[in-house]
């Protein structure tokens, strides 16, 4: 039996779609036929039509949707859209696949599961045998082969996790934090129509937060980061190793965030605690420094990600790269005559090395791996595991509000400019 073809609709294509995205739809034919394209930035449309033979172009979201055509859709604009573009596409009975975070409220992400039961009538409209719409979370980092297939199972064989690092400090981004509260044009052209909805934004913040009086610039710039980049290191932290058991030290100093994460290793009885350090922020220089790093005590595992920033254009090509260090003794010298090539020392005591393996996967492979588990994640057809689903975007969305909880709970007693 033939693999079914869905017929793709793009919302908020950006420059980095020709990068990421396209070329890996652009060889997966066999899955996915990209039909509509929508953006903000109508030369950014035309030149995506040009390059990859898109039919249909347009800048106005309505016509993506509700294109009778259209199976699926991508939704690729800012997190303050999610909500607003995936019931949309939900209710018009396509299926959905939306950039993490899903959403960083809890009210809209029940929104946004009520909203496959009007998509249900939809469908069935459509076709008899119709189920309902499904919703599915992109992170490509977590789809990388060297990622399920090397780390995490050297993590599982790992004795004992003593320590572990998360950072990710990537640039440059074209307008800052403070410049998109004051409600210019959307981070770095992904917004509706060029512009901002500065209500919705401000509507999500106050769900967030709870308060209008809550919604200090520094919340305000810790979110836009937490919903930008910040939400692809935590679900893959989480992923790797859980959700932590707490939460301290958060600090914000806009452009750059850091916070401790309180974890129990749970591969034995005892539990023994470890911290892992997180720290975050944009810059002006053109690269992406992020990795996860996590040390045992004769082993120390990394995954790094050169994946492209957001609204980066097409490039050079990037990868993902998994490192594997551990104790290498050898074999030694016994007699206590060293060479250059020996391991031995003067005293003749064995010396210990380090072995360094490493593996690399592609950032296509990543977004091929992700885009094969999104369409049997919707037809039912054999393909990669599916990790991101809705369910698994309430873990995310209870390891953020674990941050907001005690970021409250920092401001509440100690007044600096933390907050």
Request: charged share 20%; net charge negative.
């Amino acid at each position: 039996m033939s693999i079914p073809v869905l017929r793709l609709g793009i919302l908020g294509a950006t420059d980095a779609v020709e990068s990421t995205y396209l070329p890996t739809l652009t060889t997966l034919s066999s899955h996915f036929n990209t039909l509509a394209l929508h953006s903000s930035n109508y030369e950014t449309a035309q030149n995506c039509q040009k390059l990859f033979n898109i039919p249909i172009i347009t800048t106005n979201p309505e016509d993506v949707f509700n294109n009778i055509e259209v199976d699926v859709i991508l939704n690729l604009f800012p997190f303050e859209h999610h909500e607003k573009y995936t019931i949309a596409a939900l209710e018009a009975g396509k299926h959905v696949m939306v950039e993490v975070p899903l959403s960083m409220s809890i009210h809209s992400l029940r929104r946004i599961r009520d909203a496959t039961k009007k998509g249900l009538v939809a469908r069935s409209t459509a076709s008899e045998n119709a189920g309902s719409p499904r919703v599915f979370v992109g992170c490509a980092r977590r789809y990388a082969p060297c990622y399920t297939d090397i780390f995490k199972k050297e993590l599982a064989n790992m004795d004992r996790i003593h320590y572990a690092r998360c950072r990710n400090i990537a640039g440059p981004l074209k307008i800052s934090a403070s410049e998109y509260t004051n409600g210019v044009n959307e981070l770095n052209g992904n917004g509706v129509n060029g512009h901002i909805n500065q209500n919705e934004f401000n509507n999500l913040l106050v769900d967030i937060w709870g308060s209008k009086d809550d919604v200090t610039p520094e919340r305000i710039a810790f979110c836009r980061f937490l919903g930008s980049l910040g939400c692809h290191d935590l679900s893959l932290m989480r992923e790797s190793l859980g959700s932590p058991n707490a939460v301290s030290c958060i600090s914000i100093t806009d452009p750059f965030y850091s916070a401790t994460f309180h974890y129990s290793d749970d591969s034995d009885a005892r539990g023994h605690p470890f911290t892992l350090l997180y720290e975050a922020g944009v810059d002006a220089l053109p690269r992406c420094d992020a990795h996860l790093t996590v040390y045992g005590a004769r082993k120390m595992l990394s995954v790094e990600y050169d994946f492209p920033h957001p609204g980066e254009a097409a490039g050079k090509e990037r990868s993902v790269k998994v490192v594997v260090e551990e104790v290498d003794t050898g074999e030694g010298l016994s007699n206590g005559h060293g060479n250059g090539t020996s391991n031995g020392n003067a005293t003749g005591v064995v010396r210990s090395r380090v072995k360094r393996t490493e593996y690399v996967s592609t950032c296509e492979e990543a977004y091929d791996r992700e885009l094969r588990a999104f369409h049997s994640y919707v037809t039912g057809e054999n393909g990669p595991e599916v990790k991101t689903t809705p369910e698994d975007a309430l873990n995310d969305l209870r390891l953020l509000h674990m941050i907001f909880g005690h970021y409250d709970r920092q401001c509440g007693t100690i007044r600096t400019p933390l907050g």
